[in-house]
Each structure stands twice: as C-alpha cells, then as structure tokens.
C-alpha cells in the first residue's frame, strides 16, 4: 500500500517519482536499517518492476539510485563517504560490499591514465540485471565529489542491456559518454582523479569507522559454513576459478590447507561449488540469449563446449538449448 500511495501521489504531480520510491524502499526495509543496511537486490527487482507499470518512468531506477545517499546505509555508507580519497573511498566498497548488497562485487582497474569501476551482479533474468545495475551504478557515482560533480568528464560509463528511447535522464545521471550493449557494466575516468586528497577529513572518525565496519563484517561471516563463505566469494569475484585457491584463501583469512580440510569436514569440495557457480551464471548468459552457447562455454572456461552441455544438464536437467528454449517463451 506505501508504494501504491507514494505512485499515486507522483502521478497527482505531488512528488518526484523517484524520491517517493526511493523512501518506499526505506520504510519497506527494501534498502534495509538493519545492522547491515544491505540494500535487497531480489526484492528490489520486484519492486521496480511493479512500480514501472504504474508510473512511466523508465529511468525510475536510474532516479532512486541518486536519491540513496552513502550515509542512509549505516557505517559502512558512512565509511565510504569520510574517504580521504575517491581511491579510498573505492577500496572501502570493495571491502564492505557484502555489508551493503546481497550480491556481487566490483573491481578496480587502473590502466595507465584510466581507471575502470567494473560491476558485477550476478542475476537469472535479463530485466533483473537492468534493474540492479542501473540502481547501484547510480548510487556508485555519488562515491566522490570528483566523479558526482564531473560527470560529463568521465571517459564513459558502459551499461550491458540496450539503449533505452529516451536516453536524456541517462546523460543527465551519467554524463553523455553512455555506451549500451557492453561487455560489462562499468565507468571509467581520469587515473588522476584517484588520488585528490579531500579536505577536512576527520581521521579519528575514520578509524573508528573502520573498526566497526570490520566489526560488522566479521560477524556477517560468523556461523556461515565454510561452504557459503567459498560460494558467496565465487559469485562476487568472476575472475576467480577453483585453480585460484591461494587468491580464495586470501580473501578467507586463511591458508588454503585450512581451506581446503573445512570444506572436506563439511564433504565438500572446491570444484563441486565452482561448477555450481559457473551453472548459476550460465542460467543468466543463457536467459539473456544474446551469445552463442559455445561462447558462453569458453566466458565460463569450459576446456569445451561438451563438458559445458554435460556440466549443465547434470545441474539442471536440461540441456542449455532447451533452457534457453523455454527461458525465452
């Protein structure tokens, strides 16, 4: 009824679209005040998704995400927003990402005088995957003053899906430098820009700022089985296999023996749950049914294409044609 009420009131011309479905999330716990402030991505599909049909917006999503300020989301937004530097700022996401989102992760990548902000979201359906990139790309802007308050000098933000009709509210959030139909979601801007140091930055503040999120952290990962831990890794860094134990084992705290013999306690096994990841991500490359199944087999790293059809039957019991079949009707 909140999100009935709030699309009412926009069409009545009374409120910004955006704004009101931005505090819908709020009050429904959708953007969570929770000890995690994590913000739902699930459910936040199903919300917009009900919103668009009600109030023709197309670029609510691209709206709501500038209405979510870094200080709505608890001590990790507040965290990221103290930052001395947008380098710091990126670095404190990457680490409390699992304290903000229910999925995926992001990457930094500084090539000479360009740095890429790259984006991953795991999701099954292609409107899902919009969705949640477009809210969290939005609210990843507003990270620093030196992209928020340049943005029509970024080198270009990349979005995977198609252009939209009306490509103005993109331009106006993003800058114009707008590319569709990419390989990944992404923004990319000066290297320079990484380093301007901010003024009046509270360096106690900061530091317990990090002691609580860490804090935080720690017991978002206490009482999960060494089993979820690996998955949840797998699934928000894909350029992580189950050859790259030694980069698992970091990123757990551990060596990879302790690894390796928790997983055996629990009768698992590395492979087993990097084939389950790998046949979560191919469900989504094969929904969206824009590459080839032979190019999905070889982005997944699969030796080739039969082991991907065997791998992915013996998990679902469909073939992949027949998945991408019946995902399509």
């Not at 890429?116 to 990139?133: G, I, M």
């Not at 073939?319 to 399509?328: I, W």
Request: include cysteine; glycine fraction near 6%; charged fraction near 25%.
């Amino acid at each position: 009824m909140l999100l009935l009420r709030s699309i009412h009131a926009c069409l009545l011309g009374r409120g910004d679209a955006a704004a009101h479905f931005t505090a819908h999330l709020l009050e429904r716990g959708l953007l969570s005040r929770g000890i995690y402030h994590q913000v739902d991505i699930a459910r936040i599909e199903g919300a917009v998704q009900f919103a668009t049909t009600l109030v023709d917006d197309p670029a609510l999503v691209v709206r709501a995400g500038r209405d979510v300020l870094a200080r709505a989301l608890g001590v990790p937004g507040l965290l990221i927003a103290e930052a001395p530097t947008l380098r710091a700022a990126i670095l404190d996401l990457q680490r409390c990402w699992p304290l903000l989102f229910s999925r995926g992760s992001c990457a930094l990548i500084a090539e000479g005088e360009l740095a890429r902000l790259v984006l991953d979201l795991p999701t099954d359906a292609r409107t899902a995957q919009r969705v949640s990139y477009e809210l969290v790309l939005s609210f990843i802007v507003q990270l620093g003053p030196h992209v928020a308050q340049r943005t029509e000098l970024l080198n270009y933000v990349a979005l995977t899906h198609r252009a939209p009709d009306d490509l103005a509210p993109y331009a106006d959030r993003f800058g114009r430098t707008l590319r569709f139909d990419a390989e990944s979601t992404e923004l990319a801007f000066p290297s320079a820009w990484l380093d301007i140091p901010r003024d009046f930055i509270d360096d106690v503040l900061r530091t317990e700022l990090h002691v609580r999120a860490e804090s935080m952290r720690q017991q978002l990962v206490q009482g999960k089985s060494m089993r979820d831990r690996v998955y949840a890794l797998l699934m928000a860094n894909p350029r992580i296999s189950e050859s790259d134990a030694q980069a698992l084992a970091k990123l757990l705290g551990m060596s990879v023996a302790k690894m390796r013999s928790a997983l055996q306690a629990e009768g698992e096994t590395l492979l087993a749950i990097a084939d389950e990841v790998r046949v979560v991500r191919a469900r989504r490359l094969l929904s969206e049914g824009e590459l080839a199944i032979k190019a999905i087999s070889e982005r997944l790293g699969y030796s080739r294409p039969s082991a991907f059809h065997r791998a992915f039957k013996r998990k679902t019991g469909l073939s992949p044609s027949d998945f991408r079949r019946l995902s399509a009707s």
